[in-house]
């Protein structure tokens, strides 16, 4: 067990795959793919049908974007792809800076496949953070799959575990910093989280760099219609 499984094994996160295996698909990843509901919240909806984000995981996305920067010299691809439309989603994105965002998507697979396409990557190469039936498409296909927490559904988590379709389920319930949790377990895993938190602080020339990369990045919002996508909001 290396010191990242450990410090999060203790809090109770599960490494369902070891963490070497983890580390070496993640190794490969060029994008991170996010659910909306029930990942950045607890999948409630306020009285707007929308539902919102903490800053504390916005900065783990972030942050993990820059890892992977720091070992890669380029920006990872991202997405939101959610089965609902969620104006707090499309906001995060375009304050983000995201790739994509795409919504009210039964069939998530069609998004995935869409958004690989777009960016030129296979599914092999997405990292996905997810939370439940919805998203097992994506999950029984792409190459890092990380289950946000929910202690209210055991028979589903045993599920993932049985059919290989989870990697690590964090300690943390959704809406409860979970995202965070995530990110900086991955990023431990890419062995370069201190020097994230220094390039940061300092707000280094290379962090610049990325920060100037990203902000340069627009979003583009797609939807489905039957089988097909299409340009969205």
Same mark, same amino acid.
């Given at each position: 067990?290396?010191?990242? @499984?450990?410090?999060?094994?203790?809090?109770? *996160?599960?490494?369902?795959?070891?963490?070497? @295996?983890?580390?070496?698909?993640?190794?490969?990843?060029?994008?991170?793919?996010?659910?909306?509901?029930?990942?950045?919240? =607890?999948?409630? &909806?306020?009285? %707007?049908?929308?539902?919102?984000?903490?800053?504390? /995981?916005?900065?783990?996305?972030?942050?993990?974007?820059?890892?992977?920067?720091?070992?890669? &010299?380029?920006?990872?691809?991202?997405?939101?792809?959610?089965?609902?439309?969620?104006?707090?989603?499309?906001?995060?994105?375009?304050?983000?800076?995201? =790739?994509?965002?795409?919504?009210?998507?039964?069939?998530?697979?069609?998004?995935? %496949?869409?958004?690989?396409?777009?960016? %030129?990557?296979?599914?092999?190469?997405?990292?996905?953070?997810? /939370?439940?039936?919805?998203?097992?498409?994506?999950?029984?296909?792409? +190459?890092?799959?990380?289950?946000? =927490? #929910?202690?209210?559904?055991?028979?589903?988590?045993?599920?993932?575990?049985? =059919?290989?379709?989870?990697?690590?389920?964090?300690?943390?319930?959704?809406?409860?910093?979970?995202? #965070?949790?995530?990110?900086?377990?991955?990023? +431990?895993? %890419? /062995?370069?989280?201190?020097?994230?938190? /220094?390039?940061?602080?300092?707000?280094?020339?290379?962090?610049?760099?990325?920060?100037?990369? #990203?902000?340069?990045?627009?979003?583009?919002?797609?939807?489905?219609? *039957?089988?097909?996508?299409?340009? +969205?909001?």
């Amino acid at each position: 067990m290396n010191h990242t @499984e450990s410090i999060f094994t203790q809090i109770g *996160g599960v490494f369902c795959t070891p963490s070497i @295996e983890i580390n070496s698909k993640l190794n490969g990843v060029k994008a991170f793919v996010f659910d909306w509901d029930g990942v950045f919240n =607890n999948a409630v &909806k306020n009285e %707007n049908k929308s539902s919102t984000f903490n800053e504390a /995981d916005s900065m783990g996305t972030n942050m993990l974007r820059f890892s992977h920067y720091l070992l890669n &010299k380029e920006l990872p691809a991202t997405a939101i792809i959610s089965g609902e439309k969620n104006e707090m989603a499309f906001y995060f994105c375009e304050r983000e800076h995201f =790739n994509s965002c795409y919504y009210k998507v039964p069939h998530k697979l069609i998004a995935l %496949n869409h958004f690989c396409a777009q960016n %030129n990557i296979q599914h092999s190469e997405v990292c996905y953070f997810f /939370d439940d039936v919805l998203d097992l498409s994506i999950a029984a296909v792409c +190459g890092v799959r990380v289950m946000i =927490n #929910r202690k209210a559904n055991p028979l589903f988590k045993n599920y993932l575990v049985q =059919n290989n379709l989870v990697d690590y389920i964090t300690a943390h319930e959704s809406g409860n910093f979970s995202v #965070r949790e995530a990110t900086e377990m991955l990023m +431990g895993l %890419n /062995d370069n989280f201190n020097q994230c938190m /220094d390039e940061r602080k300092d707000f280094s020339p290379i962090y610049q760099e990325y920060l100037a990369l #990203r902000q340069a990045t627009p979003t583009a919002f797609f939807s489905v219609s *039957g089988e097909e996508i299409i340009n +969205g909001k």
